[in-house]
């Protein structure tokens, strides 16, 4: 069936499904396994890309039994290595409560997800669960009793993961405290809140697979392959969607965050977030702290990389760094984003010019050249160049923190100009920077600056 066919039978499936199913209206609570097991893995069976031979101490949860270790023989220590190069926590565990019990709300343009329980209690978490039922909501996207799982679990990259990988994690969060945290109902809207609708959506948008190993690659490239693809699930985030959630463009090839008002950079793209340019030490370097002198991880990424890629061995950081320099575009000329429409007018360009000596020159430079690390670098940074201001705007508007890491354990922040500026001068001041560092970025008007003043609920 050809992908047009497929999407025009998940969309029939979709509508049959909603004509006479209203009283499946998902208002429970989602049993012993909400819509997320978010889960991640590295390979150590042999079938996938090497493992590397030594490991960083990390900053397992302070419950974790055993240090993570990737090369251990051990399977819970190699699922403690694996829960934190997936960043498991950072869904499964709400603030202030307990280690992966659970009740993180996570937004979606489709309603607000709750991330389930993965502790062992046999009530209200994966107590009863077997390692078959794991894998196979690691692998096919259901859950324990069969149902389909909402795919604000990145099943549809988790599926690559080996077998060896899911029975590791498993091992490792059965040995973990059980708490007792009854999963909270999703809130999502009508109609998809029906939970047959799924059904149409795997029909149109989920193929299960594994990882295969590209035998005209080196080791490092397939190990990077896998962490980016598979174990990282980069592109939940960095690849464009459709109305549905479904991927509408290349994988990698960039996408907005609509429930998060972010914009994940193309990694194809070295006028977005490609690394073509980097060298493989600058980019493990920058995956590990999110610094660099012409980038700096802020919003969602800033807490990928604190909690999790700064625990990535050596190895694996730089098994990263050299599939994401290989990737198509990588190393090409960064092309200049189109203008949108026409360029700011010179009043609004000399007001941003002015409201920049006044606001950001003392830390950025008169020319741009800031005061790498703590403060970056506007003259050549690509979050000015890219084709969306948003990433700017919310710079602007909310300030923000670089990630805390080892190599940076108390980073200096930006503070928030929202409260100063109307939009009007925030439009301004992010027109100025775009077109004076953003190599012909196309200039942000009030309306856009508006729509983005809600702090993100993340």
């Known amino acids: ?118 502790t062992p209690d046999a009530a209200t978490g994966i107590g009863t669960w077997t390692a078959d039922d794991f894998a196979r909501a690691m692998h096919e996207g259901r859950s324990k009793d069969g149902r389909a799982l909402y795919p604000a679990f990145p099943y549809t990259d988790y599926t690559r993961l080996t077998r060896a990988d899911t029975d590791a994690l498993f091992a490792y ?84 965050l609509d429930a998060l008002g972010w914009h994940a950079p193309s990694l194809l793209d070295d006028a977005e977030g490609g690394v073509g340019g980097w060298s493989v030490e600058e980019t493990a370097a920058w995956l590990a702290t999110g610094l660099g002198p012409r980038a700096v991880a802020t919003g969602p990424m800033a807490r990928v990389v604190s909690g999790s890629l700064q625990h990535l061995v050596p190895d694996d950081l730089r098994a990263m760094a050299v599939y994401l320099k290989a990737l198509p575009g990588a190393g090409t000329p960064a092309p200049k984003p189109s203008r949108a429409r026409e360029p700011a007018g010179g009043a609004t360009l000399d007001l941003g010019e002015r409201l920049y000596r006044e606001r950001c020159e003392e830390c950025h430079g ?46 200096y922040g930006m503070p928030p100009f929202g409260p100063e500026l109307d939009d009007r001068e925030a439009a301004a001041l992010v027109s100025w920077l775009r077109a004076t560092w953003g190599r012909g970025a196309s200039p942000v008007d009030a309306r856009e600056v508006n729509a983005l003043r809600p702090i993100p609920v993340e």
């Open 1 to 118: 069936m050809s992908p047009r066919a497929r999407r025009v039978a998940g969309l029939v499936a979709l509508a049959l499904a909603g004509l006479g199913l209203a009283s499946w209206l998902d208002g429970r609570a989602p049993g012993d396994a909400s819509g997320i097991v978010t889960t991640v893995t590295t390979p150590t069976d042999g079938t996938g890309p090497g493992v590397p031979a030594r490991v960083g101490t990390g900053d397992a949860p302070e419950a974790a039994p055993l240090a993570p270790d990737p090369a251990s023989p051990d399977p819970v220590a190699r699922g403690a290595y694996l829960a934190l190069a997936g960043h498991c926590a950072g869904c499964h565990t709400a603030r202030g409560g307990a280690p992966y019990a659970g009740g993180r709300p996570i937004a979606t343009p489709f309603g607000t997800i709750h991330a389930s329980n993965l």
């Open 366 to 411: 008169a020319s741009g050249e800031g005061g790498p690390p703590h403060w970056p670098a506007l003259a050549g940074n690509r979050t000015l160049a890219q084709a969306s201001p948003v990433n700017a705007i919310r710079a602007v508007l909310h300030g923000g923190f670089a990630p805390a890491t080892a190599g940076n354990p108390r980073p």
């Open 173 to 256: 969060l059965r040995r973990l405290p059980p708490a007792n945290a009854p999963n909270r109902p999703h809130a999502l809207r009508f109609p998809w809140s029906l939970p047959w609708l799924l059904d149409g959506w795997r029909l149109v948008y989920f193929r299960p697979d594994r990882f295969e190993p590209d035998a005209s690659k080196d080791a490092a490239w397939n190990r990077g392959a896998y962490l980016v693809g598979a174990l990282g699930h980069c592109g939940a985030c960095h690849t464009a969607r459709d109305a549905l959630g479904g991927p509408s463009g290349p994988a990698l090839g960039g996408g907005t």
